[in-house]
């Protein structure tokens, strides 16, 4: 069992206040909300982990409520046009390489 939560191999826990980031996750967002990362242990150590909300939406299970769908569709979305924008440049990078 893990000690705290950024310990537990499947939480997003080990990234946040962490130089290492993943893109998929907006460390930015829970880093701004919480401060400091013993704020945020303390949140999750004080948080009835077994009574979290849950709501089916487009992008599966979320947890939270009903409010929190438009955020995280947001959030996705400007996932998803970060990689496209990486992926255009790339692209536009390579095929300069190779004109004369």
């Known amino acids: 069992m ?4 950024a310990d537990y191999p499947w939480s997003s826990g080990s990234f946040y206040f962490n130089k290492e980031k993943y893109e998929a996750i ?3 967002y829970v880093e701004e909300l919480f401060g400091t990362k013993d704020e945020l242990q303390r ?8 009574e979290l909300p849950t709501v089916r939406s487009d992008l599966g299970q979320i947890i ?4 929190f769908i438009p955020l995280a569709t947001a959030m996705a979305e400007r996932v998803l046009e970060r990689r496209a924008l990486n992926t255009v440049a790339v692209r536009t990078s390579t095929s300069n390489r190779w004109r004369k």
């Open 43 to 50: 949140f999750i150590m004080e948080t009835n982990l077994d």
């Open 26 to 28: 907006d460390c930015g």
């Open 2 to 5: 893990a000690e705290t939560f």
């Open 64 to 67: 939270g409520g009903e409010e």
